[in-house]
């Protein structure tokens, strides 16, 4: 297979995006817990952005969102942030680096926009751990979801930040990594914070 283009998501691309991610739900478990209304999980909350990977045949073979983070209204202005949500790729689509696409998408968007990013992954997701490791995310925390597993067992979640890229500087402070991730991630109630793209 060559590897699949990388665009914006269109609303044409929905249907699409549930087959993949019911392949993806049936190899990989991802996410934890079907939604009930896989096309509303897709565009809830409304993602300020979102890219899909195409092959050459126009199918959908993997996908990614970035939702914003809104300000805490009784906190002092910080950075802006955004969640990296939603990210997928179907078995046939691996091994190309599909996932590191989608991501460098996001951080492209976000450095643009001086946001930084944060994730949330459920554990077990240790390829998806190792791809972020790669990529620069560090680790921040863990929680338990407010959400539980199918057979109603607590999930563990793991905390990701990456700090936006300012001009002439890679590094983020220890200090705004945990801030980031001690605020609400967008997806929480998601029931699908892991992704699946090994």
Known sequence: MNRPAVRRRRATDLDGCIAALAEVH??????????????????EPHPARAWVAVDADAAVVGHVAVHRIPDQVDGPPSQP?????????????????????????????????????????????????????????????TSTAPWAAPDGSPVSLRHYTLRH???????????TARRRASRPAASRNSGGSSTSIS
């Open 26 to 43: 049936r190899v990989d478990g991802y996410p934890l817990n079907w939604p009930a209304d896989p096309h509303r999980w897709l565009r």
């Open 165 to 175: 890229r300012a001009p002439g500087s890679d590094v983020a402070p220890a200090s």
């Open 81 to 141: 942030t955004a969640e990296v949500a939603r990210l997928f790729v179907v078995p046939k689509a691996r091994g190309l680096a599909l996932g590191s696409a989608l991501l460098d998408r996001a951080r492209q968007w976000a450095d643009k926009r001086a946001t930084d990013l944060v994730l949330e992954l459920a554990a077990g997701g240790t390829a998806a751990a190792a791809l972020y490791e790669r990529a620069g995310w560090r680790c921040v925390g």
